[in-house]
Each structure stands twice: as C-alpha cells, then as structure tokens.
C-alpha cells in the first residue's frame, strides 16, 4: 500500500513538472531566451497603468526575426549576430552613467536640433521652431554647419532619417513632411502627408533596413511604420502601430527623436536625459540610459537633450540637445 501511494505521489510530481513546462512558453532569439510569462518588479504605489510582458505576440516576434534573417543584407546580419549578446542585456537608470564620452564637437546654439541621421560619411540635422525649421549638412568631425536649407515659416521642422539618397523629413503639428537628394539639399524639396496616432503629429523618424520600413514617433506610447516608399504617393499610412512598455511596466511617454541601431529602436524621451532601447518586434524596452552626467552646467539658453544617430564607427553615436553649443561622440555601455 505504501509502495502504491508512493508511485501515486510521483505520478502526481510529474504532471505538475508537464504542466509547469507548458505554462512556461520561450522564444528562442538570436542564440537568447525570453520568457514570456517574465514579470517585472514594479512599485506598487505607483498610479501608473502598468502593462503586463505577457502581452507579448510572440507570433510577431518570431516571425519579424525570421525576416531579418531571411531579407538582411551582410551589414544588417553582421550586426544582428555581433550584437544579440548586447540586445539580451538589461541596462535601467538605477545603473548609473553606462557610456563614454569620445570626442565632444561644436553645435550651433541657434539650431533646435529635432533630429541627426548619418549616411555614407555625410552627417545631417533637422532643426525646429516656426520660421526658424531647416535641414543642415554638417562636417562629421567637428560638428560645423556646412550647408542650411530653410523650410517653409508656417512648419515645425521635427525628426529627418536616410533612405536611399533621400532624406525624409517631418514635422510636428502640420501633418506634412518633406523629402530632400541627400547629396544636394539645395535642390527643391518634394512634399507628402502622413498619418500617427496623435493628431498626425511627427515628432522622430528613423528606418529599420531589414524590415524595409520607417519608424516614427508622435509624443504618445506609440511609435508607427510607414512604407518606406510611401512619400512617392503623396502620402503615408500607418501599417502597424507599436505600444512601448517602459522595464517598469508602464507605458511610456514623450517618445520623441529615433535612431535605429544594432536592430533596436533607440529613442530620447522629451524632457529628461533618458535614452530608451526598444524592441521594435514587441516594444518592450530592454535598456533605459541616463545622460543627466553628459553636460550638467549647460549654458542658460540650452534646451533638452535630442538627437541620436550612428556615426562612421558602428559602435559609436552621435548624441545632441536642442540649442546647445556642443554635441558628443559616445559610446553606449553594458
């Protein structure tokens, strides 16, 4: 009898074990596993709406890496595979400063920089406030404006990112971007409408290669893809819309200036020093930097910290702030 209850007992252990496993679901990627029933640690006395990981679609996520994989180009895969130990490493403000400084450059403090984009050894800025908006070539070493084209007084000049010769420009409450020849910006500019999640505002805008779709941001939790080719038609739609968790499970908010890098969204967030890391398969974000070190004694007429981009060294960024009198070469840390 004891022998009967003893193998009674075992069989229960085992299906508790089979069950356990099944609730248990993972996604491998990229040589890491996540687990999709992971639950934050948050402050219960927060307000807060907090969002649980477990609305993952772990479908989407799957199926975006096997695109990656299936539709990359070398650089794309080459910094896929050299960087997924980086992407599986969770950096939060309570870490401290977790970068480096390499070199620190000039900046207009006349230009509101919304935005950097790099490109092909040329390094260019969109800048903003009405009648004060314009798209800049700059020298890449020292920071020096090179060439200035104004846009139109009657728009917000906001976020610019590269794409196959072209850059496209937006802008923050007029629903109306513009496209300049990257090689001569000087040329006339073509224009488009396009829509967000808030009231068609722009407010960042980068371009994901392996996808083949533009990321943007309108100061809500959202960021949306648009067809990269979209401006040829006159406008941009809205493909898919993503909700950006911040690691403590709340939503996040301000989202604003973009880049995308080591096949993450990066993206500053208006009116603190904070740069965010997003998977842009699930927008969870997997790191949260704190820049309030970078440039503490700014001078009185400087504004907050904005603009990000890859720079000639694929482990280096640029990073800036709106009016102010420098800009930096940094590296991000783990």
Known sequence: QQQQQHQQQQQQQQQQQQQQSKNKKTVNLAGTQKSSNHQHHINTNTNKKVISPTTYDTQQE?????????????????????????????????????????????????????????????????????????????????????????????????????IDGKLIQITFSSGKGFVYNADNIFEPSASYTYNTTKQNQGWGITYDEAQNELIVSDGSSNLVTWNPQCWQQGHCSIQRSIRVVRLDGTLATHINELEFWRGRVLANIWLTDIIIVINPATGMVEKEYDFSQLYPSRNPSADVFNGISISEDPDNLYVAGKNWDRMYLINLLV
């Open 62 to 162: 799957s199926k975006y890496h096997a695109y990656v994989f299936e539709n990359m180009n070398a650089i794309t895969f080459n910094q896929i595979k050299d960087f997924s130990a980086w992407n599986s490493v969770t950096v939060s403000l309570n870490d401290g400063v977790k970068y480096k400084v390499i070199s620190q450059l000039q900046h207009d403090p006349a230009a509101f920089t919304q935005g950097l984009t790099y490109a092909n050894g040329k390094l260019w800025e969109s800048t903003g406030l009405y009648g004060q908006s314009s798209a800049r070539l700059l020298d890449k070493d020292t920071g020096v404006a090179q060439q200035i084209q104004p846009i139109s007084n009657a728009v917000f000049g906001e976020g610019m990112t590269y």
